[in-house]
């Protein structure tokens, strides 16, 4: 098992920056990649960003690429997202997600989710 908690989500201006944080509990959280993954409303949920349980292979979804950096700190259990040049669209529920097929940039290799974060960005 794995539990996943999110946090740093907020107001936000459009061209400002925001940290969200996935905090890990579970003694299967190294075995894993994480993700983050965004969910507007009326959307579906939408691949952002995921980074393997060793750091060495990071895949982005190109809505996010150049913008968005993923982290992890396997000693602390912990995953960040770092958003830069916020934009209104990315006003969403933003989850972490613990990941057996990272490659596939997509829910299917999903095990464990959080509970999500909101994030607005206004103009």
């Known amino acids: 098992q794995v539990q996943l908690v999110e946090s740093g989500g907020g107001l936000v201006q459009a061209g400002g920056s925001l940290k969200l944080s996935c905090a890990a509990s579970?003694?299967?959280?190294?075995?894993?990649?994480m993700d983050w993954f965004r969910q507007a409303p009326g959307k579906e949920r939408e691949f952002l960003a995921a980074i393997t349980w060793n750091g060495d292979i990071i895949y982005y979804a190109d809505s996010v690429k150049g913008r968005f950096i993923i982290s992890r700190d396997s000693a602390k259990s912990t995953v960040h997202l770092q958003m830069n040049s916020l934009k209104a669209e990315d006003t969403a529920v933003y989850y972490c997600?613990?990941?057996?097929?990272?490659?596939?940039?997509?829910?299917?290799?999903?095990?464990?989710w959080g509970k999500g974060t909101l994030v607005t960005v206004s103009l």
């Open positions: 579970g003694r299967r959280f190294n075995y894993y990649a």
């Open positions: 997600a613990a990941d057996r097929t990272p490659h596939l940039r997509s829910l299917s290799g999903v095990d464990y």
